[in-house]
């Protein structure tokens, strides 16, 4: 199985740290989206992508690029984020992305989240909410949430 990672994380190196374990377990790089050409992704087997969240979406050069990448068979794919407040369950912020990848060709099969250190303009003037995040157990809720993408992309093949 082969794997890469895009990543977009710029404020806090959040969800750099989950795409470093996830793509350890995967034995995958992780790229920022302008260090990729689309056209690289066919190439893959399994495509993870993520970023921080930002007022309730992804960051906007991830959604960029997936907007660039062409409607084809694309395979496997998964979601990640790194958020300062929980996913809301009647508007979860993944489900745009997820739905875009699925236009494009992909098959979606998970998506994983958790809390990431957020100074956004109301957190700032307290130093922000979830200091330590993502931490000890978030790192390894990502390597189990990895490990379980490449044993079932393995029992597939």
Known sequence: MKAIIVCTSVSHGNTRRIADVMGEVLQA???????????????????????????????????????????????????????????????PFTRPLVRQLRQKGFEVGDTFSCRG??????????????KGRPGTADLEAARAFAEGLRMRMRAES
């Open 29 to 91: 790089p992780v790229v920022d989206p302008d260090r990729v050409e689309v056209g690289e992704l066919s190439a893959y087997d399994l495509v993870g992508f993520g970023s921080g969240i930002f007022s309730m979406r992804f960051h906007p050069r991830l959604r960029r690029f997936v907007r660039a990448l062409p409607t084809a068979g694309r395979g496997r794919a998964f979601v990640f984020a790194t958020s300062g407040l929980p996913e809301l369950r009647f508007r």
């Open 117 to 130: 250190l957020d100074t956004w303009l109301p957190f700032k003037a307290v130093g922000g909410i979830n």
